[in-house]
């Protein structure tokens, strides 16, 4: 089956560094998405992966290793708007994502 | 980029009454539309995915007889929770594929609170 595993919640610091892990098991691979949503509201998209290496946007880096399965996302500088849910995506060969369960970030000051 | 238009954003309707929430792609075409169910504290889960002209595709264990999708027309996708009962009180939220490298595109979502 298809599984795509991350931690349920994160505590960390503010202005701290924190990297949120994903492995995922997919029926094919055609990218992997990070998303973040605040309670209540719609998932906001922080980036995207589908080769392997890190991409860098600004505060958010995303990691990808496609032989490993796996990926993480980096939180720099951390803001306490950055309490949020993390979730990781996998695009499968149909092209349709499978969702993670997301990983609660709870900043503290 | 891509938007999507969802409505209303929050609803409260007396159990056995029936709800309507649409979702609009504004400034595109969305040929295909997710549906989606979310708990507290828990991911998106995948409910049916509506296709423009044909039904709805339903993931297994969602009733299609109580969550109808009518995806009418290429710009306009609705999902009605009918008779609805207090546990089908959830956020619901759609979205247009972007595909390949391209973000999903969600609408703003629903909160729904059936008493």
């Known amino acids: 089956g298809q599984n795509i595993d991350q931690p349920t919640e994160m505590t960390a610091t503010e202005g701290a560094i924190v990297q949120i892990n994903c492995t995922y098991q997919?029926?094919?691979?055609?990218?992997l998405f990070w998303y973040q949503q605040h309670a209540g509201e719609a998932p906001t998209f922080l980036s995207y992966?589908?080769l392997d290496g890190l991409e860098e946007k600004g505060r958010f880096s995303s990691f990808l290793s496609r032989s490993k399965g796996y990926s993480y996302l980096l939180l720099k500088e951390l803001q306490m708007k950055d309490s949020a849910s993390y979730l990781c995506?996998?695009?499968?060969?149909?092209?349709?994502?499978?969702w993670g369960a997301g990983t609660k970030l709870i900043i503290k000051p | 980029g891509a938007v999507v238009s969802q409505h209303p954003s929050r609803v409260i309707c007396k159990s056995g009454t029936s709800v309507k929430i649409e979702c609009r792609s504004l400034?595109?075409?969305?040929?295909?539309m997710f549906w989606y169910r979310q708990f507290p504290k828990k991911s998106l889960m995948l409910m049916a995915t509506?296709?423009?002209?044909?039904?709805?595709?339903?993931e297994q264990g969602v009733e299609k007889d109580k969550f109808l999708i009518n995806h009418a027309s290429l710009t306009l996708s609705t999902l009605t929770v009918t008779s609805a009962h207090p546990e089908d009180s959830s956020f619901y939220i759609c979205?247009?594929?972007?595909?390949?490298?391209?973000?999903?595109?969600f609408g703003q979502g629903t909160r729904l609170t059936v008493v």
């Open positions: 979205s247009a594929p972007g595909g390949g490298d391209t973000e999903a595109f």
């Open positions: 400034d595109f075409q969305a040929t295909t």
């Open positions: 509506s296709n423009e002209g044909s039904k709805a595709t339903y």
């Open positions: 997919t029926s094919g691979f055609n990218g």
């Open positions: 992966n589908v």
């Open positions: 995506a996998v695009m499968d060969s149909n092209y349709q994502l499978i």
